[in-house]
Each structure stands twice: as structure tokens, then as C-alpha cells.
């Protein structure tokens, strides 16, 4: 992981955090070669679902774009120590997977504590949501739970 700075503190907070995913949280799916984590849920061209028309299917993970949810705080020498959040949403259409992919998700992000301070990424946060569950089509439903995840950060 690099070093978090403040040309890239949005960027390169996502890409840490969707590594430590990527690289922690299995696929209960086990498909090969599929993406199965974005930055936003997929929707295909004609605007129906990417998974749902294209057979891929649930789950998937999405890791919302970092954003600034506090005022910055200017700590001297040009430094400001600033709040950074986003939440992560898995989407399945199997309700039994939500705790354990869930569960994977909180394990991967706390016992990579250390690798996020060493890239200037302190004070983690995972707060868990609740689940809901939303018809997708007329035979289907998708069950939706929402992870909060947030840092300091001193840039």
C-alpha cells in the first residue's frame, strides 16, 4: 500500500480499501474472472442491472467513492487532519450471505489496522447498518446491507 497524500487522498483511500477487500473477502460464488466489487452498483447500457441481465449474479460488493463528512481541522506546519468516510453495500440475493460476507468484510479491514496507519490512514471505523430488502423484479429480491467505514487522515 502506498503512502496516502493529499493530491490522491480520495483516490488512493478507495483503491486501499477495496485491496484489502479484493484480496480478504471470498467470493462465495466462486466466479472466475468476474469482477464482483465496484466502485458503484453495475448497471448495463440500456439501464437494467449489469449482473441481472448478463447472468453473472449476485452477490457483489459495492465501495462508495471517499468523501469528506467533517470540517478539517488545521493542525500547523501546512498539516490538516481531516475525516474521510464511505460505505460499502452488499447486495445478494441469498439473505443468508449478509453476516458472512459481512463478517469477512470486518475481519479484512481490522486485521489490516497496521497496514492503513503505514499508509497515513488512522483511526478506523466499520460501523454495520441494517438489512434491507428491496424486490428487484417480480420473481427476485435483493437483500442489502450497508457497511460505514472511515479514517483520519493528516495531509
Do not use: C
Not at 447500457?45 to 449476485?58: K, L, M, P, Q
Request: glycine share 8%; hydrophobic share 35%.
Amino acid at each position: 500500500m502506498s503512502l496516502i497524500t493529499g493530491s490522491d487522498v480520495f483516490s488512493n483511500t478507495w483503491k486501499t480499501v477495496f485491496t484489502v477487500i479484493s484480496g480478504n473477502v471470498i467470493d462465495p460464488q466462486t466466479r472466475t474472472g468476474s469482477k464482483w466489487i465496484f466502485a458503484d452498483y453495475p448497471v448495463a447500457e440500456d439501464g437494467t442491472s449489469h449482473y441481472h441481465s448478463s447472468g453473472i449474479g449476485f452477490p457483489i460488493i459495492t465501495i462508495e467513492p471517499f468523501q469528506t463528512q467533517t470540517d478539517n481541522i488545521t493542525m500547523g506546519l501546512g498539516k490538516t487532519y481531516s475525516e474521510i468516510n464511505s460505505t460499502i453495500t452488499i447486495h445478494t440475493s441469498n439473505k443468508a450471505q449478509i453476516d458472512t460476507i459481512s463478517s469477512d468484510i470486518w475481519d479484512a479491514l481490522n486485521s489490516n489496522r497496521q497496514d492503513f496507519m503505514q499508509s497515513g490512514l488512522h483511526h478506523l471505523t466499520v460501523e454495520q447498518g441494517g438489512v434491507e430488502t428491496v424486490a428487484f423484479d417480480r420473481d427476485n429480491k435483493i437483500h442489502m446491507k450497508n457497511m460505514g467505514v472511515g479514517f483520519k487522515v493528516m495531509i
